[in-house]
């Protein structure tokens, strides 16, 4: 079966994305802003593979390589996905065997601090003493650009995450994604390496917050941009050097796989 999904990338300059909720206007804010740019997972494109089987989806693939999803390495024990097999617990047929657990909040900060867990999970004050982000208006310690409107679009703490995934990182869920194979692979025509035809959420090459400024304080945040902040929701971050931003410090993080760091 072909790719359902529709096609991810970096979020670039230039591109407006929506106000649909609290976050402001940002690149992947919630399952609600659908603007292209960025990753496209099943929370945000309908669960498009609904009622698909590895049998009905697959059969190109497991001619060579078999049907056992949770250990689906071209070379057994390859373990490139974050040292172990991603098929297992992200792809249609697999049972979560093999699954690792790759959420992080960031940060670890509960009260008023300058590392926020990610989309202030947790926070009671998160930025200034009137419960507000570090994008809010009402933000006295920081005003960090651009900011939210201040009317009733302010980025306040949140206790639950929009996306579904369990936001305190104890839980490894099973099956949370549940990809087909060519949501990842293009068997005829991909020049990356393992026919891989995407990388969606390293941050790298993200040009959207080129023109914002950096984060000024906190010991996990000074000198990085917005999408690499403790507050930003990723929850699959590739640490270096953004070779399209020359002020950002090298961020934190090992990405989601070892085949194509992007």
Known sequence: MGNPYKEDGAPQSGTVYPNTNTWGGVPRGSAAQATMGGYWI????????????????????TLCHGTNVD?????????????TNGHSNAVIGGTGSAAFNVFDARGGQTGYSDNPFMHFQGMTDPADNGNWGFRSENSKAHNYTPAVDPGNTRP????????????????????????????????????????????????????????YQTATSGSNNTGRSISNWTSAQNCHRLGGNDPSDTRDTPGVGNGWNKVTPW
């Open 42 to 61: 099943d929370q945000n494109s309908g669960n498009p593979t609904a009622g698909w089987t590895l049998a009905s989806s697959a059969g190109l693939c």
């Open 71 to 83: 250990a689906m390495d071209k070379t057994t024990g390859e373990g490139l996905w974050v040292g």
């Open 156 to 211: 306040r703490k949140y206790n639950t995450d929009e996306w579904g995934v369990d936001e305190t990182g104890a839980t490894t869920q099973t099956q949370y994604h549940k990809f087909s194979c060519s949501k990842c692979h293009n068997p005829h025509a991909s020049r990356l390496p393992k026919l891989m035809q995407t990388n969606c959420l390293d941050t790298k090459h993200n040009t959207w917050d080129n023109n």
